[in-house]
């Protein structure tokens, strides 16, 4: 596609910027406008645009340089040496295109200073702007080819008469079809044209305690940044004034969201549970196992939820193994005796069928009854199913993703269990509750974080945390092994089956890949031929189809199989007391807090575990700390901790599965908790004084988080 300037469109919005004072609903009708509002962009630049997911006058503006070309030094051409990067104004003395069409276009070109001259070449259509005695700013890596010196795709402009090259100059993620020039001419029209009218969504008063810049001088700083003594890497440093001007804003519309959601849901009126002593005590004396401290503090704290007006929204982060599950069976119980429904769901298909298991062990000699909702059901048993449930002769439903369907409708929901809450978020957790009349909603997860970000991220929930583990949790070995110890490592993992024990293998792909690391599919077949032969073995993966994945299970509970070869799908979901051995290949690639929950499948029966991490022979050294690291901890909120610092929640929680918004400069790190948690309390603050956001000062706040939030906000911006 040949590389375009802006297109001119008749029509484009010439308008002047809007005055102060401006109605902020106008926010709506300029920002948010289409980037077709801007003079020279058309549908095939819009398209373009659309590529990268810039669709309006703001997506553009907060499209940030992801570097800067320091054209303040300008190197004389007969300084220019082989491999550097440099700035030379010059003026054209010959151009010329050659070649044929696309790829094969270059345009070849001599450009002169008064030291000397170099040769320029500029591959595709990129060069064909300049013109013979144009006086050019040209920057981009020096080459050699045969003995002669040349510039290969350099950046530039032409400068006018008495035009000085510019200073930093900001250079933007490529598109097919839009050249940097362009960029920088859509982003100065959108500065000029509409940057004014972007109050932002943190008020003045919040903005000037904190001593931040307004959004649009950290957009200017960065669009266009000064030519001084300034550091171009630290302008885009996150902790820079001006990317934390940005990354403040992002965190208080956040913060403000959630609490005007939790505020929402605290007025409505819920399902009420009666929790006498006749209700629970048949519940308790179900459970095989009496509870731990952490889980009767935590059972308080549900209870306490249940029998109040208000619908629960809770969340309990909790240790692997620290039975959370429990918990929830208890709360199901006691909606069962009151006549409510409870669902249940699950991520995984796996998962769901162990719930359906657990639950239905203790709940179903109470007369409760549990059905199983999955996406691998036939259809007519499918309609037989949501029938009963509809009609509330299944009290306990437990299911996948396809809880949420259409034709799953329960007749008298009372609570919604979400497991494994940060793979579905906050979307999909409000839209079960929507199948009830405003249903209590218990929410669980072990991956534990810090209590500090939790309250931050979770901020629409109460948090309870389960940190100890039941009585009779075996102690687990965990040792790093290299790839000169593979083959022992499956000696010991075979000696271990040989004793009556069972045992997972776990690799980070499902087929063989290019770059060498282990995968299900292959090392099953090596495995059963080789160091694991005259062993059951299968394997599961997540396009393992469902009724084949139930059989694997239900065999490996049954001690049929003897070890199971899969990817990461073993992460939750098995509870095999008989399982006491876990080998995990290429374990640099996994997180530590997805190892450390892979570590919970084994030593569930009170017996002593190993676990052993195997890792690449290019494994680095950092790779090889974390695992040691994890393997002289057994903390899982430790470990989380020290993972969020290494990596981010974006991989501890998965961000993509959780609901977490794509924030644009914020972090979401653990470094990064001091400005969340000054968000949060600005926020707090902020709704204190003023509940339903009707201060005129709150007005852009109120419209920023409406945009970013939608109908979850619908009820207070209408208000």
């Given at each position: 596609m040949k590389n375009a300037e802006p297109e001119e469109t008749p029509g484009a919005d010439q308008g002047a910027g809007v005055a102060p004072g401006v109605d902020p609903k106008s926010y709506d009708s300029r920002c948010l406008q289409p980037v077709t509002a801007l003079p020279g962009v058309g549908p095939k630049i819009a398209a373009t645009l659309a590529r990268k997911n810039i669709r309006t006058i703001e997506d553009l503006l907060l499209s940030l340089p992801y570097r800067y070309e320091d054209r303040r030094v300008v190197t004389p051409i007969a300084a220019l040496q082989e491999g550097q990067a440099a700035t030379i104004r010059a003026v054209?003395?010959?151009?010329r295109g050659v070649g044929g069409r696309g790829r094969l276009r270059r345009t070849l070109a001599h450009v002169v200073?008064?030291?000397?001259?170099?040769?320029?070449?500029?591959?595709?259509?990129?060069?064909?702007?300049?013109?013979?005695?144009?006086?050019?700013?040209?920057?981009?890596?020096?080459?050699r080819r045969d003995e002669r010196l040349q510039i290969v795709n350099p950046e530039g402009d032409v400068l006018g008469a008495d035009e000085e090259p510019a200073g930093l100059v900001p250079v933007y993620s490529e598109t097919e079809g839009l050249r940097q020039r362009s960029w920088r001419k859509l982003i100065a029209a959108a500065l000029d044209r509409f940057a004014g009218d972007w109050v932002g969504g943190v008020p003045d008063g919040v903005r000037a305690e904190r001593g931040l810049a307004t959004v649009v001088e950290a957009l200017r700083t960065l669009h266009r940044p000064p030519n001084g003594d300034v550091d171009p890497a630290a302008l885009l440093d996150w902790r820079g004034p001006a990317r934390r001007a940005l990354a403040f804003e992002e965190y208080y519309v956040f913060q403000l969201g959630m609490a005007v959601r939790r505020r929402m849901l605290d007025e409505l009126p819920g399902v009420r549970l009666e929790l006498d002593d006749e209700t629970l005590r048949p519940l308790r004396a179900a459970l095989p196992f009496a509870l731990t401290a952490g889980q009767e503090e935590c059972w308080r704290a549900i209870a306490?939820?249940?029998?109040?007006?208000?619908?629960?929204?809770?969340?309990?982060?909790?240790?692997?193994?620290?039975?959370?599950?429990?918990?929830?069976?208890?709360?199901?119980?006691?909606?069962?005796?009151?006549?409510?429904?409870?669902?249940?769901?699950?991520?995984t298909e796996i998962l769901a069928a162990q719930h359906a298991r657990r639950f239905a062990e203790l709940l179903t000699p109470l007369g409760v009854?549990?059905?199983?909702?999955?996406?691998?059901?036939?259809?007519?048993?499918?309609?037989?199913?949501?029938?009963?449930?509809?009609?509330?002769?299944?009290?306990?439903?437990?299911?996948?993703?396809?809880?949420?369907?259409?034709?799953?409708?329960?007749?008298?929901?009372?609570?919604?269990?979400?497991?494994?809450?940060?793979?579905?978020?906050?979307?999909?957790?409000?839209?079960?509750?929507?199948?009830?009349?405003?249903?209590?909603?218990?929410?669980?997860?072990?991956?534990?974080?810090?209590?500090?970000?939790?309250?931050?991220?979770?901020?629409?929930?109460d948090l309870s945390l389960l940190r100890e583990r039941p009585h009779g949790v075996g102690a687990i070995a965990t040792r790093v092994v290299g790839p000169e110890q593979r083959a022992a490592a499956y000696r010991e993992l075979a000696g271990r089956l040989a004793a009556g024990r069972q045992g997972y293998v776990v690799c980070p792909r499902l087929d063989r890949a290019t770059d060498g690391k282990a995968d299900a599919l292959s090392l099953y077949e090596e495995l059963r031929a080789g160091p694991l032969a005259g062993f059951r073995l299968a394997v599961l993966h997540g396009q393992t189809p469902p009724a084949a994945g139930a059989e694997i299970v239900a065999g490996f509970l049954r001690r049929e199989i003897h070890a199971i070869v899969s990817t990461s799908v073993i992460e939750v979901g098995l509870d095999a007391p008989n399982a006491a051995a876990l080998v995990v290949e290429n374990a640099e690639l996994f997180g530590l807090s997805q190892l450390h929950q892979m570590r919970g499948r084994i030593g569930r029966d009170g017996q002593p575990a190993l676990c052993l991490l195997l890792h690449g022979a290019d494994c680095p050294a950092p790779a090889r700390e974390r695992l040691a690291y994890l393997a002289r901890c057994g903390d899982g909120f430790a470990i989380a901790e020290y993972d969020l610092r290494l990596r981010g929640p974006g991989e501890l929680l998965g961000v993509r599965q959780s609901g977490l918004p794509r924030l644009r400069f914020a972090k979401w790190t653990i470094d990064d908790l001091e400005l969340l948690q000054g968000a949060r309390e600005a926020a707090r603050r902020t709704l204190d004084a003023d509940p339903l956001l009707a201060d005129p000062r709150h007005e852009w706040a109120k419209m920023t988080a409406a945009q970013r939030w939608g109908a979850a906000l619908s009820a207070v911006v209408e208000g």
């Open positions: 054209v003395e010959r151009i200073d008064e030291s000397g001259g170099v040769d320029i070449v500029w591959f595709g259509f990129a060069g064909m702007r300049f013109n013979p005695q144009d006086r050019v700013v040209l920057s981009g890596d020096v080459t306490a939820d249940l029998s109040a007006p208000r619908p629960m929204q809770r969340l309990i982060h909790g240790e692997v193994g620290s039975g959370k599950t429990a918990l929830a069976i208890l709360a199901a119980g006691a909606a069962a005796r009151n006549d409510y429904q409870t669902a249940v769901m699950a991520p009854r549990v059905a199983l909702v999955t996406g691998g059901l036939a259809r007519p048993e499918r309609r037989r199913l949501c029938d009963r449930i509809a009609l509330g002769m299944e009290q306990v439903v437990v299911g996948t993703h396809a809880l949420l369907s259409g034709d799953v409708e329960f007749h008298r929901l009372g609570l919604a269990v979400v497991d494994e809450q940060h793979k579905f978020g906050v979307a999909q957790r409000a839209r079960l509750a929507t199948k009830g009349e405003r249903p209590n909603v218990l929410a669980l997860s072990a991956t534990p974080i810090p209590r500090s970000l939790a309250l931050t991220i979770y901020g629409d929930l």
